[in-house]
């Protein structure tokens, strides 16, 4: 299979296993449907760690910047291409996908959703299958090197994620699932309106409109900086929504705590990686001057979304709205990486990208795991579940350990980049940031302790006791975490092969937006902050 191809298989498989699940799902039953989900999900592992062998770091380096291309004329009328391809910076989001769709089928395995029942009247199969359509979109916007194409695996997440939740949620799911929908909707309109300009500039430049991605990078600096800094607004308020960046971050609390535990794993690790991934592939490259000069505006909103969303993750009473606070003020740090315009800053920003999204699949399971034996999300009715389930608080303490950045864990090599990265640019906005780590700290020790320590006790826990579920985690779950328990510790001590292929495409994108790029530091694990 050549290259190209394996690309357009990493895009078609999940589709085609989509199908053959609902299939199984009509025909003989849900436990064939979800043996094929799972299947499918296992050999699209295996494709990305093929791509992953068959990327060229050297290459890279020496200024191959999308590798694997694929294209053909899509809509020719309008110079609109059916465009694939991949730098460092879409492989290793791609192998995040890889990684987490497996292991949120297997979480849903028993039940349909890791807390708990599918909801009356549904089926696994019709679940798993919208799954996996999703993974079919998210891998799309990954690798779309068209723009047009981009926009259109932008807009089409939006689908299943909106079953995802409005479908298979909790009680407010209708509510949550329409919300997300209308945030996200608005904010693809307002870029396919600075997308049309951006095409009609790229006419007056070229005699021809384009959507290329790489033509569009080299007629960049030719756009007039006032039309750069309307495009510009155009594809940030995208992706900020998507982010989600504070104040535009109000869909996310409510769609990761009524989304299934399964489908906030995604949401939360995946496609809110999106709009940081259109940060640096989009907004820096095809708009570097309003990129320079807007970058205050991205840095203030950083900043307040690490403060603020830390402040408020410590107040929660929802446990999964509580992961969802933490991640805010996370994407806080991700953005200041990406807007204080240095190697080592932005590099640890996509590393953190990943590192998140693992680290959150792994807070949300467990949270998950917690809430499937007391039935319920508050806090407050979880009292030392330690002692009848040692393992699962072991879990519950790792996760706690990565969202506050422990030395050992992946997020501490991410965080200490973008902290060391960010200070000789932006001292300010640094030093202000690094006030959510102490608050990182309170939100999350404080909630494990009130969930796992002290005396056994609380509603959740007197629940789980008379139905027989006050017991430790079970070998399916151990299953399905391990993979992410590997990775925090595996990335913490040795995140070498993933820097090694972010490191070519961050210098790419920071000598397209006219910024020399300098060498990156690798901290050395066990060290201070």
């Not at 298989?9 to 199908?19: F, H, V």
């Not at 203030?300 to 999964?320: F, I, N, R, S």
């Not at 933490?326 to 590099?347: D, K, M």
């Not at 997020?411 to 640019?425: A, D, M, R, W």
Request: charged content about 10%; some cysteine; aromatic content about 10%.
């Amino acid at each position: 299979m050549s290259s190209s191809a394996l690309l357009l298989a990493l895009l078609l498989l999940p589709l085609a296993g989509a199908a053959l699940v609902l299939t199984l799902g009509r025909t003989v039953g849900d436990a064939p449907a979800k043996v094929a989900a799972l299947g499918t999900a296992l050999v699209e592992l295996a494709l990305v760690a093929v791509v992953w062998a068959g990327y060229s770091t050297t290459e890279a380096a020496n200024g191959s910047r999308l590798q694997m291309a694929l294209s053909a004329d899509w809509i020719p009328a309008f110079g609109v291409h059916f465009a694939l391809g991949l730098d460092g910076i879409a492989l290793v989001l791609v192998a995040l996908v890889g990684v987490l769709v497996p292991v949120v089928l297997l979480g849903s395995w028993k039940h349909g959703t890791i807390e708990g029942e599918l909801p009356a009247g549904s089926r696994f199969a019709g679940y798993f299958a919208t799954l996996l359509v999703l993974e079919t979109f998210m891998m799309g916007v990954f690798l779309a090197t068209d723009v047009f194409l981009f926009y259109v695996f932008f807009e089409g997440m939006l689908v299943p994620m909106y079953f995802l939740i409005g479908r298979w949620g909790g009680p407010r799911r209708q509510f949550a699932a329409m919300k997300f929908f209308l945030y996200s909707l608005f904010g693809g309109l307002v870029m396919l309106a600075a997308l049309i300009g951006l095409y009609v500039e790229s006419s007056k430049i070229l005699g021809t409109g384009t959507f290329d991605w790489r033509e569009l990078v080299a007629v960049a600096p030719q756009i007039p900086h006032s039309t750069q800094v309307w495009l510009f607004l155009g594809f940030f308020l995208a992706f900020a929504i998507k982010a989600p960046l504070v104040p535009l971050h109000t869909w996310l609390p409510d769609a990761g705590a009524e989304a299934p535990i399964g489908s906030a794993v995604l949401l939360v690790g995946v496609l809110d990686k999106v709009g940081t991934f259109g940060f640096l592939r989009y907004c820096l490259p095809l708009f570097p001057s309003a990129s320079r000069s807007l970058a205050w505006l991205v840095l203030v909103m950083a900043v307040l979304g690490v403060l603020y969303g830390a402040l408020v993750a410590v107040g929660q009473t929802d446990l999964k709205r509580w992961v969802a606070y933490t991640s805010v003020a996370h994407f806080g740090f991700i953005a200041l990486g990406v807007f204080a315009f240095t190697q080592q800053s932005a590099t640890g920003a996509v590393l953190y990208m990943v590192n998140h999204g693992v680290a959150t699949g792994l807070l949300f399971l467990v949270v998950g795991m917690v809430i499937a034996r007391g039935g319920s999300r508050r806090i407050s009715d979880y009292r030392g579940m330690a002692r009848a389930t040692p393992v699962l608080a072991g879990l519950f303490l790792l996760a706690a350990l990565c969202a506050l950045a422990l030395p050992g864990t992946s997020s501490f090599v991410s965080e200490f980049l973008v902290l060391l990265g960010s200070y000789p640019t932006q001292p300010v906005y640094t030093i202000l940031a690094t006030v959510g780590i102490i608050l990182a700290a309170l939100y999350s020790l404080w909630v494990y302790q009130r969930v796992m320590q002290g005396p056994e006790g609380g509603a959740g826990v007197e629940a789980a006791r008379a139905k027989g579920r006050l017991r430790d985690v079970t070998g399916l779950e151990v299953t399905a975490v391990a993979p992410l328990v590997a990775l925090i510790l595996l990335l913490g001590f040795y995140p070498k092969p993933v820097l090694d292929v972010i490191t070519p495409s961050v210098s790419a994108t920071l000598t397209e937006l006219g910024v020399a790029p300098e060498a990156v530091t690798v901290p050395a694990q066990g060290g201070q902050r």
